[in-house]
């Protein structure tokens, strides 16, 4: 690759990045953003591309296309529901017994249920 004093550059296998000073044959002087100059073979870098052609590669709508495509649709959160409040009547009517006969003595249990029930 042919590089020029000024072409920003990244390192290969490392996580540095930084401008051309110098060329010396292969080796390829570097500043990074620290101001360290550091020496490197050409096939250990790699020229950055301008800043406006990456704004155009990820705006171009066929990638949000895909992007939106890949992304998994998310499903609509419904309100949780306790299990107490799912099984629970949705009506309780209080029906008292001594407000249904005037007396329940001679009734057995199963006869007072009976009769709140069919009231």
Do not use: C, W, Y
Request: proline share 3%.
């Amino acid at each position: 690759m042919n590089f020029k004093k000024g072409d920003t550059v990244s390192v290969l296998d490392e996580n540095l990045s930084g401008i051309v000073t110098n060329i010396s044959g292969t080796t390829i002087t570097v500043e990074t953003e620290d101001g360290f100059l550091l020496n490197f073979e050409a096939s250990a870098l790699v020229k950055e591309q301008p800043a406006a052609l990456k704004t155009s590669i990820f705006s171009h709508k066929s990638l949000h296309a895909v992007v939106s495509e890949k992304e998994e649709k998310k499903r609509k959160k419904q309100p949780k529901v306790k299990a107490k409040e799912r099984f629970q009547p949705t009506m309780e009517v209080d029906l008292h017994i001594n407000q249904l006969v005037k007396n329940a003595s001679g009734m057995s249990n199963h006869d007072m249920l009976t009769l709140q029930l069919d009231t």
